[in-house]
């Protein structure tokens, strides 16, 4: 089992960046595959970006590909969502999730095992 906490979302201006962070602990990390959520108010939790065990890996949501990068140091047990350009749209809780599975692709949350809390960021115009 893991646990995931993620830091570093907050209120920033239309075009700005964040970098969001999550730490895990628990069961070794470099065996989970990792991917970045989000869910705005009133809509489903949606699919934002993934990344394999090693980190060679790495899958985006087409409206993020770009301005997103999913990375990863297995050293530290983190997991990191650096966001560039960001939109209105963009606000949402973003949650870190795991997997014990390869991830090949885009998948629905349903695929992960284990969930942060969330972090929310909020992207004014």
């Known amino acids: 089992q893991v646990q995931l906490v993620e830091s570093g979302g907050g209120l920033v201006q239309a075009g700005g960046s964040l970098r969001l962070s999550c730490a895990a602990s628990?069961?070794?990390?470099?065996?989970?595959?990792m991917g970045w959520f989000r869910q705005a108010p009133g809509k489903e939790r949606e699919f934002v970006a993934a990344i394999s065990w090693g980190g060679g890996n790495t899958y985006y949501k087409d409206s993020v590909k770009g301005r997103f990068t999913i990375s990863r140091d297995n050293t530290k047990s983190t997991v990191y969502l650096q966001m560039n350009s960001l939109k209105p749209e963009d606000t949402a809780v973003y949650y870190c999730?795991?997997?014990?599975?390869?991830?090949?692709?885009?998948?629905?949350?349903?695929?992960?095992?284990?969930w942060g809390k969330g972090t929310l960021v909020t992207v004014s115009s």
């Open positions: 628990g069961r070794t990390f470099s065996t989970y595959s």
């Open positions: 999730a795991a997997t014990l599975s390869q991830l090949y692709a885009i998948v629905p949350p349903s695929v992960m095992n284990y």
